[in-house]
């Protein structure tokens, strides 16, 4: 029986996707890399310093780990500033009322994300008080496709892995749930998440059903 669902944040919970676009694509600009939307698919799910590892690849750069370092942060620092304008009319459709519902059946909620910005954007959508769990990039040793961040939410719930379902958006995140032994539902394109056990666009007109039985 279901018990708990995690949800990924950046792509989950709210639309965070075009602010790191905005901000790699002004790093990417600055160093004269060649950089789109396309390529910026490759980031989804992946960790600060590997996004910027692909940037440096696709301009065949070739950086030490001070610079690196210093690139990352410029990164950090414009995103955190276009996401401080971020506010609820972000969130994606549909997902507050699913969680809502959740809660009032029983079912814990958690947060597992790499991002270690998310407790920030969790406040800025005055969400900070919602969730039983929130696991983020800064707890974890090892991402996603890693199942670490997730047994460490299952952990902390004091729950069996098999007690909960996850929601993904990235083919990354997806392999994490499995390999930890969880159910998942993916968000998005059911053609680039394969391996979920159910696929949804997003959560207007999700209910229950959805995980009974999954
Ligand atoms: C993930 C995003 O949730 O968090 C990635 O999908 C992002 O795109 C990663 O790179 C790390 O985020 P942050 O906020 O710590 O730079
Ligand atoms: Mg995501």
């Not at 809502?100 to 909620?109: F, S």
């Not at 083919?171 to 968000?187: H, P, R, T, Y």
Request: hydrophobic residues 40%; glycine residues 6%.
């Amino acid at each position: 029986m279901i018990k708990a669902c995690i949800f990924d944040l950046d792509g989950v919970i709210v639309d965070t996707a075009k602010y790191h676009y905005m901000a790699w694509k002004r790093l990417a600009d600055q160093l004269n890399i060649p950089f789109n939307e396309k390529d910026n698919e490759r980031l989804k799910g992946v960790s600060r310093m590997k996004s910027l590892e692909i940037i440096l690849d696709l301009g065949s750069l070739n950086l030490n780990q001070e610079e690196k370092e210093e690139l990352a942060k410029k990164k950090n620092n414009w995103y955190i500033q276009y996401i401080s304008k971020m506010d609820k009319s972000e969130l994606l459709p549909g997902v507050e009322e699913f969680i809502k519902n959740l809660k009032r059946k029983g079912i814990k909620v958690a947060i597992a994300s790499a991002s270690k910005n998310t407790k920030l954007i969790l406040k800025r959508l005055n969400l900070e008080d919602t969730f039983d769990a929130v696991i983020d990039g800064t707890m974890i040793s090892n991402a996603k496709p890693n199942p670490e961040i997730f047994l460490r939410a299952s952990d902390y719930l004091n729950l069996k892995p098999e007690e909960c379902v996850v929601f993904e958006d990235a083919v990354a995140g997806v392999q994490a749930a499995k390999k930890a032994g969880m159910k998942v539902v993916g968000v998005g394109e059911e053609e680039v998440l394969k391996g979920a056990d159910k696929v949804i666009k997003n959560f207007e007109n999700v209910d229950l059903t959805l995980i009974e039985g999954i």
